[in-house]
């Protein structure tokens, strides 16, 4: 499961990034159902459960490094 090479020309010469991001989670959704994501930020890599919260620490430093790779440009 994934995206066909058309589809995925197609989000290239998109400027619609909201509906890329939608068309992205749902296909992760249906490879990882268990609601566990990975990210790599910078060389960082990150964990993250579904439905984020701001008081789980976890969730908390990956917005700080989020932060931290924007205010580098």
Known sequence: ???SRNDALDYFRSDDLIGIGMEA???RR????EGVVT???DGKTLYAAAGGDLSNP???RICD???ETVAMG
């Open 58 to 60: 976890t969730f908390a």
């Open 39 to 41: 990210y790599n930020l």
């Open 65 to 67: 490094d989020i932060a």
């Open 30 to 33: 249906k490879l990882h159902p």
């Open 1 to 3: 499961m994934g995206i």
């Open 25 to 27: 989670d749902a296909v």
